[in-house]
């Protein structure tokens, strides 16, 4: 169980940029009842709380039963036996809980969870798409919505986009809706000499995307012995120079495993906060990004939406979306785990 000097003692160096988001004693001990309620209801109702690793220190610690990033989230949501799910992290997060629990209440925390990438593209662009590419296999990111999702054949997060691809039988792949994370799937293939024609769309995060090269050089004059770590949602010329690549939970686990003393993360905030937590001896340089949706969730609206849910909280998707939505993740499941 939480309680306000275990909260204090895990988040006293997190120094996220807000000075009004520093963790004081007193700030902690303000927090308490909330999480106690939160922890209550939990009991009352067998909820869980997932969290995505990007969300507010306070949610990851101080009530969250899993978090992670979408990939072991997604897991998380099909292995619980709760009733009831709450998931504090985008649309599309829940949404995929949903799909894969369709007879559980699955209660979304946040009021202005898009993104940009989910937002980037629609179910008839897919049709069209397909109409105009008749033999190809369409691969979707998870950052898209459960309509789009359904007109896709395979699922793929920043965990296992590269793998599953990879694996696909049919040469001629679609992949949607991120044009950096295609290309550099396409870079990783030319580099494994592996002939795959693939078409991408072009959406983008709009946190990945303002990362340039420019600062790794910067950062490497700076602090020499970096370990720059960047998520595959960043343009070639950024993952090019990276030291590693991978989802956000693989970075938090490589900076776990890794010697080095200092690590330039690229990717949004909430992970520098997760590792500053973990990790209070390693440093953490160079500047992060925001995302605006993922930072909408709060403490209080996983209180709200236990407490006295509205019906925009609980994620409702028509039954026959969900079954060919749930074919496509269940392929990502196929190829992720063989
Ligand atoms: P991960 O699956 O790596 O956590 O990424 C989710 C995301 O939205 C990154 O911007
Ligand atoms: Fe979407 Fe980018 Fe925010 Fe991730 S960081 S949720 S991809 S907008």
Redesign the pocket.
Known sequence: MVTAKSLYEKLKNVRVVNPICEFTEERCESLMPTIQRIEDLKKERNAIVLA??YVAPEILYGVADYTG???GLAKAALKSDAEVIVFAAVDFMSQTAKILNPEKEVLNPNTNGG?SLAESVQAGDVVRLRQKYPDYTFVCYI?TTAEVKAECDVCV???NVYKIIENIENDNIYFLPDRLMGENVKSYLDEKGIKKNLKVYDGV?Y??EEYQPESIDLIRTSHPGTEVLV?P?CSPSVVQKADFIG???MMLNRVAESNAEKFFLLT?CGLTDVLRAEHPEKVFVGSCIL?RYMKSNSLNDVLRVLESPRSQDTVEIPSETIDRAKRCIDQMFHYAEK
């Open positions: 995505h690793n990033d979408s990939y993104c950052n997060t920043s965990s995060c946190v990945h998520h949602e989802s956000t939970s949004e995302c």
